[in-house]
Each structure stands twice: as C-alpha cells, then as structure tokens.
C-alpha cells in the first residue's frame, strides 16, 4: 500500500484513541476541540527518492507539538520551526527542501530527493 | 483550512467512503469533495480520475493550481468459509494489506487453532457483518459452498457493489446459484460479476495455490482500471 504507483488507501481510522493518536488529522480534529491552535503541513510534491509519499501529513500545534511526518525526519524541525508563523498569521506557506539548497543541506533529506511541502492553519 | 472541514473529511474516512480534500496552492482556499458529487470543468475531470486512481497530486486548472489529496478506504476481505483455502489466504491477504475477516456459523470449521491471529467469527454473515456492512471497498470471498451460507454474502457484496466478488465452486454449482441468485432478484450483469470458477487460472490445485489464485485476482480488481480490468 506504500507505492505511490498504486491505490493510496488510508489505514481505517476508528474512534479508538490508540489510533487516532497516530493518526495525523484525527489528533488534528481533537486538538481543535480542546481549543489548540493547529497547523498543518501537507507533501504536495516529490522529486527523486522521498521518503514520504505525496498528501502525507505532519500537524503542529502552537506549542511544537507534533504527529505524523512529511520525511524521515529530516525536515520535521524545519517545518516544525515555520508552524509558529503561519499559526500566527495565518497565512499559508509552500516550503522545499532537497538537496539543491543550503537550507536543504543543513536540515537535508538523506535521501537525496527534494519534497514541497505545503503549510497552512486549521481555523 | 476551515477547521469544520477537517472534521468532516474525519467522519468520511470513519465512515469508509472515498473523499478528495482540495487545497487551492493560488489563494489557499479549500474544499472538500466526496465520489459521485458533481464538479465541472478541468477540476471535476482531474478529480474522476483521482478517484479512481487514488493518487494524489497537483493538477493545472483554467482557474490555478490546485492539490487533491485522495483519501481511499482500506481495503477489506471478507472470507465466507473458515476452510483449508482460507487458512492459507487470510494471512496472506493480511500481508499484502487487506483488512481480513473470516466467518463460518459452523464451529468445527470456525476454531481458533485453525486461524490463530486472524479475525474470525463463528457466527452467520448476516449477524458477523451487521456492524461492519460490505462495501464498495471490501472483497467478498465465498468459499463454503454452501447456498445457506454463501448466498446472503454474494447478494450483500453484489448490491454494495463490492469491489471483486468470488464464489467457489463447480460450474455445475455456479449454475444453480445465478439461477437462485436471479430469483432473489439481482440482474444479469450483477450476477456476471461474480469470479466464478474462483481465481485467476494458474492451474491451482492445491488450497494454497487456489489461496494466490485467488488473492491475485482480488488485487487485479483493485489496483486495475475497470475499464481495463
């Protein structure tokens, strides 16, 4: 189910806490609930090896909190850092990271792919 | 992102049915989709095929640059009939992703020590799928050839539209099922969906064979275009 070649299909998300734990806009819906302001990050586009595919998620709360991913880890705190912002203002932002740029570099993908990932605030 | 559409994409996913979550990338807007709501235009022909491909992405519209992100249930299996092909096929389904159920009414059949972890429940169809109905994602696998247990399912899965329908038996057998399953009121091409013999022909002979045969086939009805299926 993780090639992107083929039928994406979401694992089934239930009401079980467990699950919606790990689960990316479940946590977000809850978050939301309990009054906490939330952005949410989306991989939109890969080029080369990437390490997430396409519509992965990584949801951030104004604290830094997080769940799910848009790589291996390797951007996550870069992404994590722009949350701030965007919660803040508003506004949503299209961030790239891949090996091109020194950015990139620092925060880089192992992989040697590039990703864009686009940011935005729930509410 | 208007948060009331997060949860309604949740309710969908919940509820297993296939929604597209539009993000517009030129004024940030956003818009949730289900299948069989009508959009026109670039957009509406760019999300038919989304949905059927179950690929998400960017797509260039005469209005801007939009991201469909393609929400897909899991796929399911619904084995009817705790048999020696079953044993081989529920763990081998599992491992290629399908959410597995198994069920037989008949007890000797339906024993832990013949599925051990596998989802199986020793009770009719009609009460083991009363809370989990088959959908237009599940794969409905009838192996039992029994017309007390195996009709209810084909009939439920036929009607929901499930995505690959299979019936083992004789085509001796087959022909007196189409013939109940027309009288029970499901039309020609419904019943004609129907894999039956069941499986791709590989020349399966023993259960474990007929296990792949069969789980091939429900992936081939998966993964491939119907159109081209």
Not at chain 1, 6 to 11: E, F, G, H, Y
Not at chain 2, 67 to 91: D, E, Y
Not at chain 2, 103 to 121: C, N
Not at chain 2, 175 to 197: C, H
Request: aromatic share 4%; hydrophobic share 45%; proline share 5%.
């Amino acid at each position: 189910m993780t090639s992107r070649d083929s039928i994406r299909t979401d694992a089934l998300p239930s009401g079980g806490s467990a699950e919606d734990q790990l689960d990316p806009l479940m946590l977000a819906e809850r978050w939301m609930r309990d009054g906490r302001q939330v952005a949410m990050a989306t991989v939109i586009e890969t080029w080369g090896s990437a390490p997430r595919p396409v519509g992965s998620h990584l949801v951030i709360d104004a604290d830094g909190n997080f769940t799910g991913s848009v790589s291996g880890g390797c951007v996550e705190g870069a992404v994590i850092a722009e949350a701030a912002d965007v919660i803040a203002s508003g506004a949503p932002k299209m961030l790239e990271f891949g090996v091109a740029d020194e950015t990139a570099w620092r925060v880089g993908l192992s992989c040697g792919g590039r990703i864009q990932v686009y940011l935005e605030r729930v509410g | 992102m208007d948060p009331n559409l997060l949860t309604s994409l949740n309710a969908a996913r919940r509820g297993r049915q296939a929604a597209i979550l539009i993000t517009g990338l030129d004024d940030g807007s956003s818009r949730l989709v289900m299948r069989g709501d009508t959009v026109t235009g670039d957009l509406g022909a760019a999300l038919s095929k989304a949905f059927l491909s179950g690929k998400s992405g960017t797509v260039e519209t005469e209005h801007g640059r939009y991201f469909l992100n393609v929400h897909l249930p899991a796929p399911r299996m619904v084995i009817i009939g705790a048999v020696h092909i079953s044993q081989a096929l529920a763990p081998m389904a599992a491992m290629t992703g399908f959410d597995v159920k198994v069920i037989d009414p008949r007890t000797a059949f339906a024993t832990e020590d013949r599925f051990s972890s596998v989802d199986l429940v020793a009770d009719w169809p009609e009460d083991a799928l009363s809370d989990r109905p088959i959908d237009a994602f599940t794969a409905l696998v009838a192996v039992t050839h029994d017309p007390k247990i195996d009709d209810w399912p084909l009939i439920s899965a036929l009607r929901a539209q499930a995505f690959y329908v299979g019936a083992l038996g004789s085509r001796k057998t087959h022909a007196k099922r189409v013939e109940r399953l027309a009288q029970a009121g499901l039309g020609e091409d419904q019943i004609a969906r129907i894999a039956a013999p069941i499986g791709l022909d590989i020349g399966a002979q023993s259960p474990e064979e007929i296990a792949v045969a069969i789980l091939a086939q429900a992936i081939a009805a998966l993964r491939k275009d119907p159109g081209g299926a």
